[in-house]
């Protein structure tokens, strides 16, 4: 919802807002304190003097156009903050705390509790972003975005509050919380971004410079990604509430029936992360208590992403379940409108590594689809396999028997009444109908049995040969084309019975051998060999298959990769 105190136009040199926000009038006295007055506008209202209404007259009834006291422009006090007083002296920035001679606003006199000398200070960086830092209070603080964190409290920590000026900000109320007081601020100027404003901006950030503001306590970029790695382990070592990092999570942008995935913003570097929270099934045995069985498959999804060769970012049990990934904006290879071959073939190279890896771990995904395969295209391309919520790990004694998986790719296997369970080659049929669509035509799927009045065997009987048609008219495109690099590979992916497949470690060396795939020394990843593409190209950006595709001539040259043992 948007901010009233943001919509409002305030004069370039205003810095920032602040007002009361706890129940418990904390802040409201805070804010009155005299060493504040240089900031204060009171409140415009009160009780009137003389009556507004004729006794006469009916009491106006309540109506949803009424703006409530808060959507009052003047409502309540509110210090103002100007650039023009805070530039005279911002050593550290935009002061808070409770000693006059440091402080810019007082948040109490000295000795309130559970508020330091020096509580929270409000910075700017190079790129004007602006930030709140905690480094030197005894109780710590927590920054809420949309009444996202008001528990969060840290200590040594910081939160992004604005982007630089002119970007549009995820947040729409950012809250202060520091020991029962609470404040909200904003910056009404900084995603207009006016001129002046931006002039003021960069003047505070240069006399923070200019008076050597003490930044070693900042943690650095490098020092942010040892910290955020450490987080990245086993649920029974999880950090305390106190050391987890802190995310805010914005825009949505996946839904199944095992949870969400949102847009989320590490507050600590401002770094965008996709975060993955999960349904909580109905719990019969106590509204707080959760189901141990679903906390456990959550703990095992993260660590079968964990070992993943993209691993995850972060996982927090509390406050509420969430796995941690990096976002891709491309999103996932079915949308990224890809049209190059060659990236279809790396692409196909880097799943098979990964499965390569996964398999070895004895890990199945069990519902490969494009869909499920994010892309990201800068710097360099690559692929990452996505949603373990199916995956299970398996030994050589226990098959999946559990039907899953999207029908299209789904292996025969996986289908009621064709074997006793699948395994990791389920994967890679999977695997090898979706290379046959990149890169080849295949054909439309069957019909789908209609199963409305069918159970039972019937029902199994039906599934039965809608697979087996589909099965056979996929491989039969697949022997249909030509002989080339690829389909050297599919045709050993797309075999009907599970134990004819090849492992995903075998595909990836055929493509090594064949000279379709190289590792990237920039990232040792698994990417097209450009010898085996021709430059050329015809109008639909596809490859020229009788020269690009087809077998290389003279001796092939084998590397030595280096491939996870196992199959």
């Known amino acids: 919802m948007p901010d009233t105190m943001s919509d409002m ?14 129940l418990k009038n904390k802040a409201s006295s805070a804010l009155k304190l005299p060493h504040n007055s240089k900031w204060l506008r009171s409140a415009v209202g009160g009780v009137a003097e003389t009556p507004t209404i004729d006794s006469r007259e009916a009491t106006p009834a309540a109506s949803g156009d009424t703006p409530s006291e808060d959507d009052e422009p003047d409502a309540a006090d509110r210090l103002i903050v100007t650039f023009e007083k805070l530039l005279l002296d911002c050593p550290s920035g935009l002061q808070f705390g409770t000693r006059p001679t440091s402080s810019h606003i007082l948040l109490g006199h000295r000795g309130t509790r559970g508020i330091s ?92 410079n200019a008076h050597a503001f003490d930044r070693s306590d900042i943690p650095t970029l490098r020092e942010l990604e040892v910290d955020s790695a450490s987080t990245t382990q086993a649920p029974s070592e999880a950090h305390t509430p106190s050391q987890r990092l802190v995310y805010y ?106 499965l390569s890896h996964l398999h070895a771990q004895g890990t199945v995904h069990r519902d490969l689809k494009p869909e499920n395969i994010l892309v990201e295209t800068q710097p360099l391309f690559k692929v990452v ?38 395994g990791p080659t389920a994967d890679i049929w999977s695997l090898g109908v979706i290379g046959l669509e990149w890169l080849y035509d295949i054909p439309a799927a069957p019909r789908l049995p209609k199963v409305r009045d069918k159970q039972g065997d019937a029902l199994d009987k039906s599934w039965n040969r809608w697979i087996k048609l589909w099965s056979a008219k996929l491989i039969a495109r697949v022997r249909d084309e030509d002989d080339d690099l690829v389909i050297q590979i599919l045709s050993h992916m797309l075999e009907y019975e ?56 003279g001796p092939v040259k084998v590397k030595v990769i280096p491939v996870p043992a196992g199959s």
């Open 385 to 422: 396999i996505a949603d373990f919520g199916l995956a299970k790990v398996v030994d050589t004694a226990t098959l999946l028997t559990t039907f899953c998986g999207t029908l299209k790719y789904a292996a025969p296997e996986v289908f009621p009444g064709i074997s006793d369970g699948h």
């Open 249 to 354: 999570k914005d825009k949505l942008i996946g839904t199944g029936a095992y949870g969400m995935v949102h847009t989320a913003i590490r507050t600590r570097d401002a770094t965008v992360v996709a975060a993955k929270t999960f349904t909580r099934p109905a719990n019969k045995r106590g509204l707080d208590e959760a189901d141990p069985r679903w906390i456990t498959g959550i703990r095992r999804e993260f660590a079968i992403m964990r070992d993943n060769p993209h691993a995850i970012l972060d996982f927090h049990e509390t406050p509420e379940p969430m796995i941690v990934m990096a976002y891709y904006p491309r999103g996932n290879i079915a949308d990224a409108g890809l049209m190059d071959d060659e990236l279809y073939v790396s692409a196909l190279g880097q799943i098979l590594d990964g």
């Open 117 to 208: 000398a020096r509580q929270y200070n409000i910075i700017v960086d190079e790129e004007l972003r602006i930030w709140l830092h905690d480094y030197t209070s005894t109780h710590g603080t927590a920054v809420a975005h949309d009444g996202q964190n008001e528990e969060e409290t840290r200590k040594k920590e910081k939160w992004i509050l604005a982007f630089g000026p002119g970007m549009e900000t995820p947040f729409h109320r950012i809250t202060v919380h520091s020991s029962g007081l609470a404040i909200r601020i904003v910056f009404p100027n900084h995603e207009s971004a006016r001129s002046q404003y931006v002039k003021n901006l960069k003047r505070f950030f240069d006399r923070q």
């Open 9 to 22: 136009r305030y004069d370039e040199n205003v810095f920032a807002v602040v007002t009361a926000y706890d």
């Open 498 to 553: 599970a134990s004819d497949r090849w492992s995903a470690k075998r595909c990836l060396e055929q493509g090594f051998m064949n000279g379709l795939f190289r590792r990237r020394e920039a990232d040792d990843l698994v990417i097209c060999d450009d010898e085996s593409a021709d430059p050329s190209r015809d109008g639909s950006g596809r490859f020229r298959r009788s020269q690009a595709l087809s077998p290389k001539q």
